[in-house]
């Protein structure tokens, strides 16, 4: 197996070097006829994903598990939509970034050019198979993918489709691999291969993430958690405020965009919490507060140390008065996940002032973090977020599946 | 000695937040006084580096790791410039890089900003010290420095000299660190401080580099080694092939841009060779020749397998003769270290084909690979080289110390 697993990565980076000089409308046909070819095997693909749910069903997990693992018509046209729309971004890959023009007359180009070998690890979502296959493959990189065990059956099909389709393109079909095997040991042997694969990219849950974080001698592009917040400054417009926590809060709170945390100035908690804590109440949010705030709004539960850096995912959220804006700034500098903040304020000084000290990749001012998002920010689609501040910092569109080379012209100039 | 590391990473982390709100004119300030404390402070530094001159003779180490290691009035003043060129550097933190309004109204700047903390290990040259202090202070960033054990006086009392002059400033004084121990040990315990160090970039040796690549949880820019390659077409004017050859081996072998493999093509061998291989002979060049090579010119050296991988760092040179330009390419995509390579030819499609095949960090048409260097390439200062794909590749200068956030400016939206 772990053999195999070499030779794969040996493929791939070959298939890479050709992959890198293909045009933009050979890829864009192959990503095409990928689309294509998902809606017209949608019988085969619905088939093989029926053996995952019923082992899913079988093996009592989650309902929410299996619901994420479903293929669909619905789902299959979806995915064949995402191909389609990564066909339709501009193509990076050649694109002049900088010119450099040197006194000894050396003309030196800092040129886009694809990665390399990308490898992605995920769980259970079966799109994420087509979706990095589109990605990767549009911004010119190989990729291995591994898959979750859960959705083996479903992933192997979409991969078979996807992969017969581009011996009728001039893509490797090289460029395109997917470890079989689910464990651990593979993957192990896989974060291990720096001659072959250049970056790799873990999506699922904070304990795959950290698995491989830990584990991995490739470079990796990441996020452990979202523990974001929202502080509602004395300065703010308090209706506005009060619309953009609820939604920060409550439109999805299983993601990592969505707020954990709470921070008011205490000049605008008493007209603010009680309103705010009522409308969140409602809609069955357990707020866990600090002294000050408990002492604004009674019966709610106290908040302990270990709520500030926590991430609920959950209908739950920490709420703490603050008497400064420098106060929320450090507790966000301290407690938060360096992932999304934001300040609600009509005072552009203010705003600049938290834009400047918070250390996260996305900072609003007067709107929801949930729009920390590729299709959001304008990305087209997305390969993750990154908290890391290397590479790649936020969310991580075909932009950051790329990197540069430095084209240098000259007429015979040497070194003195 | 672990927890005196893991608190001064800490306290370098605490100083980060702050070193990222200070001004360009305050940085620059602080680095003009450092350039000048240095001078004023010479003999002090001088008294200091006998004290690991004294120590290295002892030891017997070689003449050449001696000569790195001495401070003298003409270094120190070179250490100085250093800083003050540093300062006179364009401040790219808060720049704006990208800009994105999207249909809701959100605004999405892209703002330049500081990595956060910075490790440098690094060996013998106690003008690291002072370098890397100046780059990462005038990009915002506190650096951990690291030096090896041959310059710990040297090291250490460059630091005090420049520690001191903080206190003056609004720099803060932590945003600088040194770990006083030189072991591996102390080295292991910073590369596994994922919450306080951002990056890792080790200045040395393969082996040193190695040690660092293996063992750091930290993202790491490196480069390993070296082998840079000349490919001379029979579309080359071949005077200009002679001269560029012969710079990028002779001028200066001991370093990672010089030409370790020079590659000829087949219709130009018989009339270059002979000439070009006996002006290196001249120059005490050994030249180790494939079969094809060595039907040209009687006499010399077979080539080995083992000979196209490696890094000689000396005046030996490794020469084939190919059929074509994917010969070439193939050839330096095999053997090559992705580090800098010269096409010499007058055609522009060949030298099109060869940029965009070969998968290195700097090409050249008609020049010599000795230009691979942040002062060469007009980016001040030069942090190191990488060779990785991910972050920074080539030269990096202030750029690659930076990353970047998100600032979203919004009017209340919420997502739907």
């Known amino acids: 197996m772990s053999n195999n697993i070499i030779k794969m990565a040996q493929k791939a980076k070959q298939a890479s070097l050709i992959l890198a000089t293909v045009s933009s409308s050979e890829k864009n046909k192959a990503l095409k006829l990928m689309a294509k070819a998902l809606l017209a095997k949608s019988a085969y ?42 066909a339709n ?54 990729v291995i993918l591994k ?13 078979k489709v996807l992969k017969d389709v581009l011996k009728m393109t001039k893509v490797p079909a090289e460029s395109i691999q997917m470890i079989a095997s689910t464990d651990r040991d593979s993957m192990l042997k896989m974060l291990g291969l720096t001659d072959y694969v250049d970056l790799i990219v873990p999506r699922g849950g904070e304990a795959l993430i950290r698995f491989v974080g830990e584990n991995s001698r490739i470079p990796v592009i990441k996020h452990y958690k979202g523990v974001c917040h929202t502080y509602v400054s004395h300065k703010a417009n308090l209706k506005m405020a009060e619309d953009i926590c609820f939604n920060a809060k409550v439109q999805r709170p299983g993601v990592c965009n969505a707020m954990e945390t709470m921070l008011v100035h205490k000049q605008a908690a008493k007209k603010f919490l009680p309103v705010m804590i009522e409308r969140f109440q409602k809609a069955g949010v357990e707020i866990r507060g600090d002294v000050k705030t408990r002492a604004i709004v009674k019966g709610i539960k106290a908040a302990q140390e270990e709520d500030w850096p ?107």
Chains 1, 2 share one sequence.
């Open 45 to 86: 693909l619905i088939s093989e994903n029926k053996k995952d749910l019923n082992a899913a069903k079988k093996a009592d997990y989650a309902q929410a598990l299996i619901d994420r693992l479903v293929l669909n018509d619905k789902r299959i046209h979806e995915m064949a939509e995402c191909l389609i729309d990564t």
């Open 89 to 142: 971004l501009p193509d990076l890959i050649g694109e002049t970034m900088a010119v450099y023009k040197r006194p000894n007359g050396l003309v030196i180009k800092k040129v886009r050019c694809p990665i390399g070998v990308v490898g992605i690890i995920y769980e259970s979502r079966p799109n994420v198979t087509s979706d990095c296959i589109g990605l990767c493959l549009k911004s010119g990189n190989s």
């Open 147 to 159: 898959g979750g065990k859960e959705a083996v059956n479903s992933n192997n099909a979409i991969f």
């Open 310 to 416: 926590t991430e609920y995912l959950d209908l739950i959220l920490a709420v703490k008065v603050v008497d400064s804006l420098k106060e929320a700034i450090d507790h966000i500098n301290t407690y938060g996940s360096r992932h999304s903040d934001t300040i609600v304020t009509e005072s552009k000084t203010e705003a600049e002032e938290f834009f400047r000290s918070v250390d996260s990749a996305c900072l609003y001012q007067n709107a929801s973090t949930r729009f920390t998002d590729g299709y959001q920010f304008g990305f087209g689609a997305e390969v993750g977020i990154s908290t890391d501040k290397i590479h790649v910092r936020g969310p991580m569109g075909i932009e950051g599946l790329t990197s540069y080379k430095y084209t240098v012209y000259g007429k015979g100039q040497v070194r003195s």
